[in-house]
């Protein structure tokens, strides 16, 4: 907004008598015709120098055009500074945010001591149907160290970390099973393992009370039992692994940050099972994917799968159906548009939309449409009771994905035996309460 030669003027000689800009500008606003903030952002411009006095018309074409260029100047450098202030302070939150987790990956290979490499065991005798498959098993929602007292749920339930580790064993051996009849009849090379978050139990709501050790202890112990897990599913068959974090395992109870998917300790869990796995990595044996989005996804034979953990998906009442179709249109429309760009862009797609979508959080095991609805390890637990949910078994998915048939083979591993030997070599836990 302009302002005459006088106007600067007065403006100047107020201030150097010690008048503020936002008097000035209550004096002057009204006999100007501008509104008060107008006044008081020129009356400030004025005193710290970052305006100088206009040009009267007739005197333009005399005034010195190095003045000019040096006022503009002056006010260019000022918003230059402001600018790198503000940008030097968002690099400086980055840097602290990857050094972080920088640190926090080279303390957890410095003390973990990676499993040995492991001799694939001979691929059973192959049928005569040699139709090429890809294998899919689920994981997510264990809750690691929450305990569930049979006493509270009517004797249906018990659950704690050395149950955990027998469900495990349980679902560990049904898998084994599973790809060893599967590879008699069909070609699959390859288990796709998608995780889906609330590996541990969290600190959220009165968990912290009740969970058996703090979550760092949670973390370091399931990613140990998940680790043993995938290296001993590899002596079958190579492995990708593609992990999502979930809700409860963020590590402020106050809510999840939705810019970084690593402040969670599922995603602590994770590093933990990966320098387990190091060697394997390394070898080519288990390809692990990144674990710093909230959604994961795989092209397996033509069709697109994408796992999420599920709490953004809305609903009530037991299975979200309508919840999960919203979800599901939702990111459909954004799959529509990174696949427009890719096709501008002219690469190459190895799937057009969504087929497939894994989801956990909600403790059901069901499929519905296009959806997998994940189960948990944990079990009928006391919210389930209280507000009336079905007391379904532990549970995970197993299916296959063929080129023309999609989603096939559906399996639910149920896994209900509460006691049970297993063969997990995990560490210590010493029983303290979480602070």
């Not at 100047?12 to 008598?17: D, G, S």
């Not at 949670?218 to 590899?234: I, K, N, S, V």
Request: with cysteine; charged share 25%; aromatic share 8%.
């Amino acid at each position: 907004m302009n302002y005459t030669a006088e106007q600067f003027e007065q403006a100047k000689v107020a201030l150097e008598a010690g008048e503020t800009p936002s008097a000035f500008a209550h004096r002057m606003a009204g006999k100007w015709g501008r509104s008060f903030h107008a006044v008081r952002h020129f009356a400030a411009d004025v005193k710290t120098g970052r305006r100088s006095a206009p040009i009267p018309l007739g005197e333009k074409d005399s005034a010195q055009p190095e003045e000019e260029s040096l006022a503009r100047l002056g006010r260019g450098l000022y918003r230059a500074r402001e600018e790198v202030k503000l940008l030097r302070a968002q690099l400086n939150a980055q840097t602290a945010a990857n050094i972080g987790r920088e640190a926090v990956i080279a303390a957890i290979r410095e003390t973990v001591t990676p499993l040995p490499e492991i001799k694939p065991l001979p691929l059973p005798r192959q049928g005569t149907r040699r139709r090429r498959q890809g294998a899919c098993l689920v994981l997510g929602d264990w809750h690691a160290m929450e305990v569930v007292r049979p006493e509270r749920v009517n004797g249906i339930n018990a659950f704690d970390h050395e149950i955990l580790a027998g469900r495990v064993w349980l679902l560990l051996e049904k898998v084994r099973s599973l790809i060893d009849d599967m590879r008699k009849a069909y070609a699959i090379d390859v288990l796709h393992v998608f995780i889906l978050g609330d590996m541990v139990s969290g600190n959220i709501h009165k968990l912290p009370q009740t969970n058996e050790v703090n979550m760092h202890v949670a973390a370091a112990w399931t990613g140990a039992l998940l680790g043993q897990l995938l290296w001993r599913l590899a002596e079958m068959i190579d492995l990708e692994v593609r992990a999502v974090a979930g809700n409860h395992t963020r590590t402020d109870p106050a809510g999840i940050d939705p810019k970084d998917p690593t402040d969670n300790f599922d995603w602590t869990a994770y590093e933990h099972a990966r320098a387990h796995l190091a060697k394997l990595i390394e070898r080519g044996r288990v390809e692990w994917g990144p674990c710093e989005r909230w959604t994961a996804e795989a092209v397996i034979e033509g069709k697109r799968i994408v796992a999420a953990h599920g709490d953004e998906v809305r609903g009530q009442f037991g299975l979200p159906f309508y919840g999960l179709m919203r979800a599901l249109a939702r990111r459909q429309e954004e799959q529509r548009i990174i696949d427009r760009m890719a096709l501008d862009a002219k690469q190459d797609l190895r799937a057009l939309g969504i087929d497939i979508a894994v989801i956990g959080h909600f403790h059901q095991s069901a499929y519905i449409g296009q959806y997998f609805l994940n189960g948990s390890l944990k079990g009928y637990d006391e919210y389930a009771m209280k507000y009336g949910y079905s007391p379904v078994p532990p549970k995970q998915w197993f299916f296959r994905v063929d080129h023309d048939w999609g989603a096939c083979g559906m399996e639910e591993i149920v896994v209900k035996s509460v006691e049970r030997e297993h063969g997990w070599s995990l560490p210590a836990v010493l029983m303290a309460r979480a602070a």
